[in-house]
């Protein structure tokens, strides 16, 4: 637990502002799907005919989960893309459900002899609705909404993987690192969140409740909102907009590729926004494309084989040809290589390797019984695990595992599969004492490690392009394992490892 707390004190302006940003996400959201589903709730009540329809259809959007709808929303024109506005969609897709069953069964459950005594009263049906059927309603309608906010705020956090921001940061990129501390810096947050605004709708219940209303909890209540709604807009105002957007895929190479960039642009005074996490190559392109971030580190194999869908190549000189041509038919410019190929390594446990000598990736067919498991792009890119296994022969045991790009390495080493694909600069190869198998068939493309910067923003800031082209050639496989290691093995914090490494590059060039 002191880990914990000097973790968020270290980070403390960091974690005011995704605290924010993740209150005003499920506050939005929750506000959004009120709106909606108690007119719809009102509705339905009032006509049995359409309660059916109306109710089937938000159990299917309930029913899909959530990494898949932020999946079907981001091509969408509108209301898709990558950001705070999908994840609102999707957030309030999941809201609705509960706040529509809450609305009808409060108003279906106002007894039929209230309304025709109201009736025989003179009102109308306006008023039998606003003066009898909704008070009695409320306590009801409280609860759905109350059911609403925890679900917001449990599902906020995967709205991290689209740069939507919120706690699932702190989680996103503790599985990144594999480091408990991290992880629960987002999860315990988000769980007391959670708790603190279903006891505040509790409160807001027994408000409703015409016999249990109390002038202390009406107080109380007006409090809490306006502490909670002041606190989130001002926190999440510290997460505006910045000069530039930074972003990063979900692993730990990607953090620290993603924290270089920025911190090489904020040493030429331009504000930095990050948007790490997101979740896998698609994401992160689309994001780049459509202006929800503006640069990014990329491979130049995987741009070629996943975005661009042309055949894999070894030669690197080639492969960064056609990958730029590409990218500046789309606006974005390809600026020098870094100096490392991260191409894939085939890992097994050192033990194994050693009892079956196991050196190449075609050894593989001598470990009977081997049982894989992969991060889920492996097992569909072209130059992934189906073409792998058609290239060298292999036979292994089942189908693969899939599993977070995070925990494959960690998977190999507790024996739960026997081998896996990952990075070959990660530094948990070292740490999980893994081996890496030779590709003697040369079966993987080069994947050169390529900053992409959209074309306009170098216009507006030239000297963006400038600084990072001075990372040419600046970053061996060795060096990116060993940044690697630092956050993974030593756990060390992402920002401390890239400032000592520029720090050290700026000596090195400031050297006559």
Known sequence: MSALIDFIASHRAEFIARLGEHVVLVLASTAIAAALGIPLGILAARKPSLAKPIVALANLAQTIPSLALFGFLIPLPFIGGIGTRTALVALTVYAILPVLRGTITGIQGVPATVIECAVAMGLTSRQVLTQVEWPLALPSI???LRVAVVIGVGTATIASA????????YIFRGL???????ILAGAVPAALLAIAGDAALAL????????????SAVAALAAMLIVSTAGALWASGLAARRDIIVGSKNFTEQIVLGEIVAQVIERQGLNVERRFNLGGTAIAHQALISGGIDT??????TSLTAIFNLPPSTDSSVVFEQ???????????ALPRLGFNNTFAILVRAEDAERLGLKTIGDLNKFAGARAGFGYEFLERPDGFKGLTVAYGLQLAGQP????????????????????AGDVTSGQIEAQHLVVLEDDRHYFPVYDAVPLVRATLLLKHPEIGEALRRLEGAMSAAEMRRLNYAVDGEKQDPFQVVRAFLDKLETLYAKP
């Not at 990144?176 to 991290?182: G, H």
């Not at 977070?404 to 599969?417: F, G, M, P, Q, S």
């Open 323 to 333: 990958v730029r041509d590409r990218y500046a038919a789309l606006g974005v410019t």
């Open 296 to 301: 990014y580190v990329e491979y130049s194999g």
């Open 162 to 169: 689209i740069g939507a921001g919120g706690l699932g940061d």
């Open 401 to 420: 595992r899939t599993m977070d790009l995070n925990l494959i390495y960690r998977a190999v080493a507790a024996k739960e599969i026997d081998v896996t």
């Open 142 to 144: 409280v609860s759905g």
């Open 176 to 182: 990144a690192m594999v480091d408990s501390t991290v």
């Open 204 to 215: 807001a219940g027994r408000i409703a409740d015409p016999r249990r209303r109390s002038r």
